[in-house]
């Protein structure tokens, strides 16, 4: 199967926040939860009354989740990646390497967005383990009737994927702005989990349930 196309560069993102702001609405989110590949014509049943889409991916809700960030759209954020930890088949350290793309962005422009991409990783590796860590497992029903068999449960805690591990720091160092388009101040070091790769960013809120 051929992978997800690539999201917007973060400069392409931050020239338009209002086009995120609509393509991943807060009503009708089941319109936008999907891949972004097609099911081919021929497989569809006529009439066409059925999504074009293929169903959702590890990938295609990543992807949103980087958008979400980069325009620093904080309740959308935390929403995906909640999104993301409900779905207990998709482990984080499974994410494919997004590449740098063949979708004509300059070497830097590239680098800078799978950079973001790897320190996203990090953070939902932060925010996945400290549920994890209490006992609260990513297949764990949701209504929980018993807390003592949950915290029984061996405790896999989830890793970065191989290549964010790998992945160059920019040099020299990038800043992103919050949603106001507002950068860190000079004597603010920005979180360190993005700093690993140099990007300067305010720490986005990544604590749910």
């Given at each position: 199967?051929?992978?997800?196309?690539l999201?917007?560069s973060?400069?392409?993102?931050?020239?338009?926040?209002?086009?995120?702001?609509?393509?991943?609405?807060?009503?009708r989110?089941?319109?936008?939860?999907h891949?972004?590949?097609?099911?081919?014509?021929?497989c569809?049943?006529?009439?066409?009354?059925?999504?074009?889409?293929?169903?959702?991916?590890?990938?295609?809700?990543?992807?949103?989740?980087?958008q979400?960030?980069?325009?620093?759209?904080?309740?959308?954020?935390?929403?995906?990646?909640?999104?993301?930890?409900?779905?207990?088949s998709?482990?984080?350290?499974d994410?494919?390497?997004?590449?740098l793309?063949?979708d004509?962005?300059?070497?830097?422009?590239?680098?800078l967005?799978?950079?973001?991409?790897?320190?996203?990783?990090?953070?939902?590796?932060?925010?996945?383990n400290?549920?994890?860590?209490?006992?609260?497992?990513?297949?764990?029903?949701?209504v929980?009737?018993?807390?003592?068999?949950?915290?029984?449960?061996?405790r896999?805690?989830?890793?970065?994927?191989?290549?964010?591990?790998?992945?160059?720091?920019?040099d020299?160092?990038v800043?992103?702005?919050?949603?106001?388009?507002?950068?860190?101040?000079?004597?603010?070091?920005?979180?360190?989990?993005f700093?690993?790769?140099?990007i300067?960013?305010?720490t986005p809120?990544?604590?749910?349930?």
């Amino acid at each position: 199967m051929s992978s997800e196309p690539l999201p917007p560069s973060v400069s392409q993102l931050l020239s338009n926040r209002s086009k995120v702001f609509n393509r991943f609405s807060l009503q009708r989110q089941i319109d936008w939860r999907h891949s972004l590949l097609r099911v081919p014509i021929y497989c569809r049943p006529f009439p066409f009354t059925s999504s074009p889409f293929l169903p959702d991916t590890p990938s295609a809700s990543f992807y949103r989740l980087y958008q979400l960030f980069v325009v620093d759209w904080t309740i959308q954020f935390r929403n995906e990646l909640e999104y993301f930890w409900n779905r207990a088949s998709w482990a984080l350290a499974d994410l494919p390497d997004p590449g740098l793309g063949d979708d004509g962005l300059p070497e830097s422009e590239a680098k800078l967005r799978k950079a973001v991409m790897a320190g996203l990783t990090r953070i939902m590796k932060l925010a996945y383990n400290r549920l994890i860590s209490k006992g609260l497992p990513r297949n764990a029903p949701a209504v929980v009737m018993d807390w003592e068999e949950l915290k029984a449960r061996p405790r896999v805690l989830e890793e970065i994927p191989t290549w964010a591990k790998e992945m160059e720091r920019l040099d020299p160092v990038v800043e992103l702005p919050n949603a106001k388009g507002e950068l860190l101040d000079v004597d603010e070091p920005g979180d360190e989990e993005f700093a690993v790769y140099g990007i300067k960013v305010a720490t986005p809120h990544w604590v749910f349930v």
